[in-house]
Nanobody, 122 residues
Framework: QVQLVESGGGLVQTGGSLRLSCAASGRTFSSNAMGWFRQAPGKEREFVAAISSGGSTYYADSVKGRFTVSRDNAKNTVYLQMNSLKPEDTAVYYC????????????????WGQGTQVTVST
């Protein structure tokens, strides 16, 4: 069993930055792939970024060059550094964990955090 707790969300102006953290419990964190997803009101949950257990990363085109995903296995934590934020980045952000390699599909993830709200004002 893995429990995930996100933090770091908030209100920021366009062009600003935020860093989200996702703290994981359990001894299998280092072997799990981790993903970040987001969901805006009235929209489906969408893939944002992912990182494999070995550190390989993948990004949605909409955030490539602005967001960076990283992990610290010693701290059982995955991060999402978000720069140059835009109003369209406004959403609830979720981290998720899965065994094996990462996936762009949210339904392939086994564990989810409760989400953290990110609001980007104009």
């Amino acid at each position: 069993q893995v429990q995930l707790v996100e933090s770091g969300g908030g209100l920021v102006q366009t062009g600003g930055s935020l860093r989200l953290s996702c703290a994981a419990s359990g001894r299998t964190f280092s072997s799990n792939a981790m993903g970040w997803f987001r969901q805006a009101p009235g929209k489906e949950r969408e893939f944002v970024a992912a990182i494999s257990s070995g550190g390989s990363t993948y990004y949605a085109d909409s955030v490539k060059g602005r967001f960076t995903v990283s992990r610290d296995n010693a701290k059982n934590t995955v991060y999402l550094q978000m720069n140059s934020l835009k109003p369209e980045d406004t959403a609830v952000y979720y981290c998720a964990a899965k065994r094996g390699y990462f996936s762009l599909s949210y339904y392939r993830y086994d564990y989810w955090g409760q989400g953290t709200q990110v609001t980007v004002s104009t």
